[in-house]
């Protein structure tokens, strides 16, 4: 995940921790983040139901070049765009 050289990142930095949330969903699905130069994982990192608010810690490789990736977000939802 892009994460090197933001702020006081330093640019070789190895791992990023995310909080992946779900909230007011209007239908069940699953979401997995991964990195965008890589494949995705065959695992999702969220699960969730119709109306539920969910959410689970996430770590993943950093990359300097790349950025992160999500299967199953909306756009809108993504912070890092």
């Not at 930095?13 to 065959?42: F, P, W």
Request: glycine share 12%; proline share 5%; with cysteine.
């Amino acid at each position: 995940m892009k994460a090197g050289g933001y702020g006081t990142i330093p640019s070789d930095v190895q791992a990023v921790v995310l909080n992946v949330t779900v909230t007011s969903t209007t239908s069940g699905g699953h979401i997995t983040a991964y990195d965008a130069g890589n494949r995705r994982a065959n695992s999702s990192n969220v699960n969730f139901e119709a109306g539920q608010t969910a959410a689970n810690l996430v770590v993943g490789r950093a990359s300097a070049r790349r950025s992160p990736a999500c299967a199953g977000c909306p756009r809108a939802s993504r912070p890092w765009r």
